[in-house]
C-alpha cells in the first residue's frame, strides 16, 4: 500500500524535473469561512521536501521553482490538509484557502474528523443540530422523514422505521456514535433504539458506498454522530421541556459538557418523554401511550495526535400498540378491517397495557486513535452493546402478565482502522472488524421463540481509495470482504420439519427429537464481497455531477431465516427458509447538484437491482383451531427499485426562502412481473421560511406535504369464510389508502437571556388542519387513522 | 503498518478465542406452550340417547396440519340435548385442562353457538359468570326435525358481553378476539 501511494507520487511528479529554474511562487493562506489570515500554515512541494511557513500576516513564498506544474500540500493543525496542483510560469501569485477548526476538537468519530464527508461519490444528506432540535420530542425516523428519498414505515406513532429509496429494516444500517447498532432491526415493528436528543449531526448516505461502515446497506446508512466539544476550559449545555397537546404529553432533555484546555471533556445528557393516549381527528387512539428514559455520558481526552474516548448510553422505551389493532385470525380481520372506527375505544389514559414494547438497550464504546505524523491515523475501537426485547400480548391465566416475546441480543465489536495521509491527491481509508453475538431467547415466555438460540461471527475488512485526478474530477474505489457464520439451535414443529422436506434434506442437523418439535443445530456460513466505484465531476458554476455504483451483499437476517409458526403481533404466520443465500443488490445513482448564492438543488435518478431478494408474502390461509390465518412465506426473486429525489430551494430575498422536495421510487419483483408490497408513495413537500436573525432570529415555516396514493401494489387479498352470515367475506389488507394533504406550522424566537445564556420559545402545529387520513405504510392504517392535529410548545434554554 | 500488523493479529486471535469457547454451549431447552388449546370436545347428552360427541384436534397449533374435526354421530330430531364443553392442551403430557382457566376467567369469556340454515336446532346458554352473564361452557341444544348443516362453536376473549344481543348468544356485537372457532358437519336423523 506504501509502496503504491509512492509510486502514485511519483508519478505525479515526474513532470517537475525540467530546466529554467529561478521563479518564485507566493500568496496568502486564508480561512474559507471568514477569509481571516493564517498563520503557520506549512506548504510543501512535493517531491522535493521543499517547504515553507506562513509568516503573521499569512504570507508565503517558495524560490528557484522551474516552470511546471507542482503539487503543494497545504496543511495546518486546526485544519483539514488539502493538495493543490499549482501551475508555475515565472514568478507566480497563488492564494489557498483551508477550512479551519480553531476552536472545535478534532472529533473522535471512526473517521477521526467531525462531520466530514463519508464517501466522495455520493451526495450525503444531512440534517444539523439545529435542524434536529426541531424534532427533539420525536424519534430518529421523524427526522430522517425531513430528507428526500426517506419514508418510513410506522406502527403508530412510535416505532418509526427509516425507509431509504424503498428498502427498510436490515437493509438499512444504523451507526450510532461509530457503532453499528445491533437492536433487531429485522422486525418491521422494532424502531432504531437511539435517542434522538443524544445526536449532534445526522447523515444520510443512500446506498452502500460507505463500505467502511458496512457492505451489506443495500438501502443505505444512516450515521449518528454526537456534537463537538469545544477544546477550552468550559462548562455548556441545555435544556428544553416541550409540552405535547397530541398525547397530552411532557418530553424533558438536558445536556452539560465540560470541557478543558488540556483535552479533558465530558458529557452528561438525559432525556425523559411521557405521553398517554394520542388521538384522530374523530376518536382517541386507545393505548398509544409512550415512556422514554435515556441517558448517556462521554468522557475523553483529545489531543492533536492523539486521543481516547469512552461512551455509554442506555436506552429504555416502553410503549403501547393500539389496542384495536390486536385481533386474531382472518375473521377478526374482517370485524377490524370493515369497522368504521375502531374495535376499541376507551377513555383517555396514561396507562400502557398489553399489547406493548418494552425495550432497553445499552451501548457502550472504547475509541484510541493515533496519529502517526506523515504515514496517516490508526484508530482502535472496541464497542458493547445489549438489547433487551420485552413484548407483551393479550394473554390468559397465570401467563396474563408474563412477556411473550423477550429477547437477549448481545454483541461485541472490535475494529481497527487507517487512514493515510501520504499523499496529497491519493487518500486511503482501511481496516478490519470482528463481531461476536449472541442471541437468547427466554423460554420462561410459554411462548415457542420467534427467533431461535444462536451465536455469530463476523469478520470483516475493507479498503477505499480515492483520488483527486485533476482539479475538478475525484475518482473513489473500494472493496470490502465479510465471512458470517452462525451457529444456530433451533426447535422446530415436527409438522413443519416434514412439510418443507427438511428431514431427507437436512437430517444431519437434528440434535434430538423432543415430544411434537424436533432441535436442531444448524451451522450457516455466509461469504459477502461488497465493492464501490465512483467518480465526481465538478462542471463550470458550482455543478457538480456525482457518479456511483456500488455492490452490496447481505446475509439473511434470523427472522428470514428461522421464522416458523403464528407471529402475534401480524396475526399471520410467518415461514422462513434456512436454505437462503445472501441478496446482492448492484445501486447505480447519479447526482446532478447545484448550491449558489441565487438557487440550490440536487436531483438523484438511481436503479437498485437485487437478486436474491428477500420478499415475504402471502401464499395460503391456514385453518387451525383457533380460526383462519394467512400463511406468509419468505423466498428469495429478483427485484428492481427505480426512483429519482429531487431537492431544490430558492431564497426571495435575505429573510424568505422556499424549500420543494419529490420523491419517487417504483419497486418490482421481476421474477413474477408484479410491483412489491410496501413501497413508499410518490411525495411533494413545499416549504416557505421566514427567518429575520435582526430580529431574534425569529424563524416561521409553514410546509405543506402531500403525499400521493400508492397506485401499484400487489393484491393480497383473499376471501375467508364467516359462519355466522354463512358467506365468504373478502380481507382486504392490500388496498392502498387515498393521497392525503398535510400542512405544518413552524416558528422559534431567541432571547438573549444573560451574556452567556439565550432562551429558545418554539411552537410547532402539525396536521394544521386536522385532517382525517391513513398512510400506506403504518401497519395500523387498516385499523385506525392518523394522528390529528398536534400542538409542542418548546421552551430551551442555551447555557 | 508494524502496527496495523498488530491489531490485526490481535483481532482476528480474540475472534479466534470467542469461536472456540462457544463449542460447550448447552442445547437450550424446548418450550412446552402453556396456553395453547389444542382440542375442544363437546358432548351432548339427552335421556335415552347415546352421547353425541363433536371434536376438533389442532395438535400441532398453528403448524401446517389442519385440525381433525370428528362428529360421533347424528342427533335424535325434537330432542332436547344438554351440551359441555371441555377444553385440553394436549401438548402436554399429561394433557391439561384448559376449561379450569376459562371458568377462572368467566368474565373475560364466553361461547357462541352458530347454526347454519340448514341445520333444525337452536341454543341456549345454561351456566352465567359472576355478572349473570353466559360463559357457554354449558348450553342447551334442542333438536328440529330432520335436517343437515353446519354448526360453529367460537370462543371469544374479552368479548363486550353487555353489548345488544350478546348475552343471548348473538355475536355480532361481541366484539373480542377469537380463541376458537371451529365448524361440525351435524345431521338430525
Redesign the interface.
Known sequence: ??EYALLILFFSSISTMSQNCDNTLSGRVTDIHNGELLVGVTLTIANTEQSVQTDFDGFFSFSKLCNDTYYIQVSHPYCLTKGYKVRVLGNTNKSFKLEHHIEELNQITIDGKAFKNKSKTVLESSINKDELERFSTGSLGNALNSLSGVSSLNTGNSVVKPIINGLHSSRVVIMNNGVRMEDQRWGVEHAPNIDINSAGNLTLIKGAAALQYSGDATGGIIIVEAPKIAVKDTVFGKTSISGISNGRGISINSRITKSNLNGWYTTIQGSLKRTGDTETPNYLLSNTGVFEKNTSIKFGFNRFDYGIEAYYSIFKNQLGILRAS????A??QV?GISSPVP??INDFSYNIDAPRQDVTHHLGRILGYKE?GRRGK?S?QYDFQKNNRLEYD??????RDKASTDLELIT?T???N?ESNRSNTLHIKTG???R?QKNYPN?G?????IIP?Y?K?D?GAYAMFDTNINESLIMEIGGRFDYT?M?V?K?Y????WE?RNYDTLLPEIV??E????I?T?PKLNFYNSSATLGATYSLKENYNLFFNYSLASRAPNPSELFSE??HHSSAR?ELGDLQFNSEVGHKFAITLQNSNENYSFAIQPYINTINNFIVIEPVDV????????QVWEYRQTNAQLIGVDVDASYPINKKLKLNHQFSLVKGYDRSRNEPLINMPPANFKNEIVYKNSEYNNLRISLQSAYVFRQNEFPNNNFDVYI??T?SYELVDFSTPPDSYHLLNFNSSIDFKTSKKTTLTAGLEISNLLNTSYRNYLSRLRLYADDLGRNYLLTLKLNY | MKTVKFLSTTIFATALIFSCSSDDDSTPEPVLEEEVITTMTITLTADGQGDVILQTQDLDGDGPDLPVVTVSGNLSPSTMYSGSIVLLNETEDPAENMTLEIAEEALEHQFFYTVGSGLNATTGYSDADDEGNPVGLYFDLVSGQESSGTITFTLRHEPNKNAAGVSDGDISNADGETDIEATFDVSIQ
Open positions: 500500500m506504501r390486536h385481533l386474531h385470525g375473521q377478526d370485524r374495535l376499541i502517526l490508526l482502535f393479550i394473554r390468559r391465566g397465570d401467563d461485541h472490535i475494529q481497527s487507517f478490519i472488524i470482528g461476536y423460554p415466555t410459554g411462548i415457542r421463540r438460540d451465536t461471527y469478520l457464520h451457529n439451535y426447535f414443529r415436527k409438522s413443519f412439510s440434535v434430538e423432543v415430544g411434537t418439535q432441535l443445530q409458526g403464528l404466520v391456514q385453518e387451525t383451531i383457533r380460526g383462519n390465518f359462519p355466522q354463512e
